[in-house]
């Protein structure tokens, strides 16, 4: 819920920058920066319920010819990949929140620390990781009915 409402403050803020750029000669100026902030926020707060709802855009072409069997196995295989590659982000951005805190990293003109966004993305993929083990164990309780 709060990453959904990121995406109408990102879009009101860029409308009164535009607005007030060319109508009263007065932009917003932090907005490149507020912009990339709740982008973020959209992103890592959007990972895990979308992959919950199963949300994420596929193509099945090959796979929906397939006999059921192999579908879930191929399934079981991308579950794992995923959460390999989400485990590897989590971890990737754990270690980018310890730099910016050593080195103080903060935006220029708000002087945000970078320290909370690299968190947001590291609890954002943790969560993508647990919504992905529990997928799983759905699959391998499916594969073993069938």
Same mark, same amino acid.
């Given at each position: 819920?709060?990453?959904?409402?990121?995406?109408?403050?990102?879009?009101?803020?860029?409308?009164?920058? *535009?607005?007030?750029?060319?109508?009263?000669?007065?932009?917003?100026?932090?907005?490149?920066?507020?912009?990339?902030?709740?982008?973020?926020?959209?992103?890592?707060?959007?990972?895990?319920?979308?992959?919950?709802?199963?949300?994420?855009?596929?193509?099945?072409?090959?796979?929906?010819?397939?006999?059921?069997?192999?579908?879930?196995?191929?399934?079981?295989?991308?579950?794992?990949?995923?959460?390999? +590659? +989400?485990?590897?982000?989590?971890?990737?951005?754990?270690?980018?929140?310890?730099? +910016?805190?050593?080195?103080?990293?903060?935006?220029?003109?708000?002087?945000?620390?970078?320290?909370?966004?690299?968190?947001?993305?590291?609890?954002?993929?943790?969560?993508?990781?647990?919504? *992905?083990?529990?997928?799983? +164990?759905?699959?391998?309780? *499916?594969?073993?009915?069938?």
């Amino acid at each position: 819920m709060v990453g959904s409402w990121s995406l109408p403050i990102v879009m009101f803020i860029n409308i009164l920058n *535009i607005a007030g750029r060319y109508f009263i000669k007065v932009p917003v100026k932090p907005t490149y920066e507020l912009t990339g902030l709740f982008m973020v926020m959209l992103l890592a707060l959007g990972w895990p319920y979308t992959s919950a709802i199963r949300g994420h855009v596929f193509v099945d072409v090959l796979t929906m010819r397939l006999p059921k069997s192999i579908q879930i196995g191929l399934e079981i295989l991308n579950s794992w990949i995923a959460f390999i +590659f +989400f485990m590897a982000m989590a971890w990737s951005s754990v270690e980018t929140a310890k730099q +910016f805190y050593k080195l103080g990293s903060h935006s220029d003109l708000l002087e945000i620390p970078y320290l909370y966004l690299a968190v947001l993305m590291a609890f954002g993929a943790f969560l993508v990781c647990i919504v *992905i083990l529990l997928q799983f +164990f759905q699959l391998l309780k *499916i594969k073993n009915k069938g």
